[in-house]
């Protein structure tokens, strides 16, 4: 398998392998509630998302109560009359009034047992009144009983049974908070049994503004189909705790309260009456509970806000599974991918980028209902990051370390970074490769390194060295190894660089400036000392030479040989016979094409080989003028 079909093979199972944990973990409680982090701060962040157009919150306020302080709330019977007559003169299409009672005010002056009068027959009567009239529902709540059982808690008989449409006017009021205590969703049937008044509060209503008939098992609503299951649907929330349009109950309890132009908003609305007071227990957390004010919101307002998102239609909708899945492996795939192309630390650095750059999309999504996943994708792209860490630690970066250890000291990293890649890493194991060979060393080294000292001569070989190296390396040259004063160097490996040979001439020629600079250096590190001038030859020879890691099995090394080699060191020699610098093969000049500069030509026959070199005197090279 090539190099390349091994990384797409990687990739894939990265890929494959991270999407299934993500979506595996996607359905844990921890995880959806990491979900729900953000889609709560999608709604802080939004603010108020649009205008209400459906409902209207009746709040029992702080002004109310204080209005109404010396009467009970278990006697407010006629001032719920009062209030719901006002709101059907209003015009409103259905009242909802979020109180239970369990027991009527009439009943329990009678439980007394006072003398006979006339308050224990008739106090209720205007309340019974204006619920015998219909549009008015009331509510009824589930309780968990200590048995395990599941109880419904209704109104008095002399309130319910008042009630043109029975259990139809009748609606359960329990909202459902997730596990962390945040309201983000109702259910809009809670009992099946149509025998039963099963339809949630706000269903109720919603039905009754629309005077549909609560007795079906399925109703078309703005698009939605809702039947008789029990269906957990998303709340799309105007906005935060204050959106719903609110007016005080004690308003309209005033004389002459419908000429108050505020109550205009009332006409074509759905009205629910519910407490809003300082002390009331009737508080849940919301999407917008989150961040510094982490606001409740009263009951009765989350009951206009399901009103408005069921005769909207309008609803915070997941993408359908399957274009999830496609959703999540497409960004999965893109990260999966530069995790195996980049090194460890870019990955990272990359994959924190696209650990933050995944909620933006998210939001915008939200903008208009779509609900885009966010921890999902961040999982999934943690994972796949591990994924391929894992796959470096175990196979791929314990090979890439050997490189780094082979070729590290005598390369560039330039060209370590290009043999890390699968295609370009030689065959350590041998082949036969035509390359470049470049010897050089110091003319009149030995009498040189007799008038200086053992420190010294190190001390000017150091020097040396890293200076005429430099060319090598910048060129993608391997510096094969140092032989006393002899730098021996090959281009076209470890590296397959087609143009190895003019590579190694452009070397040459930046190794013989280097050397012409360093008899400066020699000047004034070592004066006085009557050594000669300093000076360098280069010998260059292309040719085919065995390339591989040779030794023993405590100490190898990457090296070339072959009659290459050996022409390349004759042709250093040659340079002083002939008192040049750099010295090339007819092979070098030809294989590195047009703009070598040449001098004096020789043939000669070198120790070592039968046949006659062309050689000539390399001066300069002239590169082709880029295309401006």
């Known amino acids: 398998m090539g190099a390349l079909q091994k990384k797409l093979a990687r990739w894939i199972a990265v890929v494959a392998a991270a999407t299934l944990v993500t979506v595996g973990l996607a359905q844990t409680e921890w995880h959806r509630s990491l979900e729900d982090f953000y889609y709560d701060y999608w709604h802080v962040f939004s603010g108020v998302r649009y205008k209400p157009q459906h409902a209207v919150f009746i709040t029992v306020d702080d002004a109310t109560l204080a209005a109404l302080k010396d009467d009970p709330l278990a006697f407010w019977a006629p001032y719920w009359g009062q209030v719901i007559g006002a709101l059907k003169q209003a015009g409103v299409k ?13 009943a329990w002056l009678r439980k007394l047992k006072l003398p006979d009068s006339t308050i224990s027959r008739e106090y209720d009567t205007p309340f019974r009144a204006i619920l015998s009239q ?26 319910r049974l008042v009630l043109p449409g029975g259990n139809n006017d009748l609606g359960i009021a329990n909202l459902f908070p997730d596990p962390d205590k945040h309201v983000r969703a109702f259910y809009p049937v809670m009992l099946p049994d149509p025998a039963l008044p099963g339809l949630a509060f706000n269903m109720q209503l919603a039905l009754r503004a629309l005077g549909e008939d609560p007795n079906k098992n399925e109703w078309q609503i703005a698009g939605t189909t809702f039947t008789r299951d029990l269906k957990r649907v998303p709340i799309r929330y105007a906005g935060p705790p204050g959106t719903i349009p609110t007016i005080s109950m004690l308003a309209l309890l005033q004389p002459n309260a419908l000429a108050n132009p505020e109550l205009q908003v009332l006409r074509g609305k759905v009205a629910i009456i519910a407490a809003n007071n300082a002390g009331t227990s009737d508080r849940h957390f919301t999407p917008y509970s989150r961040g510094a004010r982490a606001d409740q919101m009263a009951g009765g307002e989350i009951h206009a806000n399901i009103i408005e998102t069921i005769l909207s239609g309008r609803y915070p909708r997941p993408l359908p599974l399957a274009l999830e899945i496609g959703y999540v492996a497409a960004i999965l795939a893109l990260g999966a991918w530069f995790f195996l192309t980049l090194g460890v630390g870019a990955g990272a650095a990359l994959g924190t980028l696209m650990l933050f750059a995944v909620a933006p999309p998210s939001f915008l999504a939200f903008q208009h209902d779509v ?37 590290g000291r005598y390369v560039s990293d330039e ?14 194991s041998g082949e036969a490769r035509t390359v470049t060979v470049l010897f050089s060393d110091i003319r009149g080294f030995t009498t040189m390194s007799e008038k200086l000292s053992a420190h010294e001569v190190v001390e000017m070989l150091n020097a040396y060295f890293t200076r005429v190296t430099a060319p090598i390396l910048t060129e993608g040259g391997l510096v094969d190894k140092y032989i006393g004063d002899a730098v021996m160097a ?30 400066d250096w020699m000047q004034q590190r070592f004066p006085d000392r009557g050594l000669a001038q300093f ?19 405590k ?63 390399v001066t300069g090279i002239d590169e082709p003028a880029k295309p401006s």
């Open 371 to 407: 609900v885009l996943p966010v921890a999902e994708l961040q999982t999934g792209l943690a994972a796949a990051f591990l994924m391929t860490l894992g796959l470096r630690l175990t196979g791929e970066e314990r090979e890439k370390s050997r490189v780094r250890q082979i070729f």
């Open 490 to 519: 090959v281009f076209g490996s470890p590296v397959a660089y087609p143009d190895h040979a003019r590579r190694a001439v452009r070397a040459a020629l930046g190794m013989a400036k280097e050397a012409a600079n360093f008899k």
């Open 535 to 553: 000076g360098i030859g280069v010998g260059l020879f292309t040719g085919e030479a065995v390339i591989g890691d040779i030794g023993t099995p």
């Open 415 to 428: 060209v370590v970074n290009v043999l890390l890649d699968d295609e370009n890493r030689p065959d350590l």
């Open 94 to 106: 259905a009242v909802g009034l979020d109180y239970l009672y369990t027991v009527s005010a009439e």
């Open 134 to 159: 219909g549009d008015t529902i009331l509510i009824t709540q589930l309780i968990d009983l200590p048995d395990g059982q599941v109880a419904l808690l209704q109104p008095p008989d002399d309130q």
């Open 555 to 617: 100490r190898k090394e990457f090296t070339a040989i072959g009659d290459t080699v050996n022409a390349a060191s004759r042709l250093e020699g040659v340079t002083k016979d002939l008192k040049i610098v750099i010295a090339a093969s007819e092979s070098t000049v030809k294989a590195a094409g047009p703009g070598v500069r040449t001098g004096k030509e020789e043939t000669l026959t070198v120790k070592g080989r039968s046949e006659a070199i062309r050689v000539y005197e």
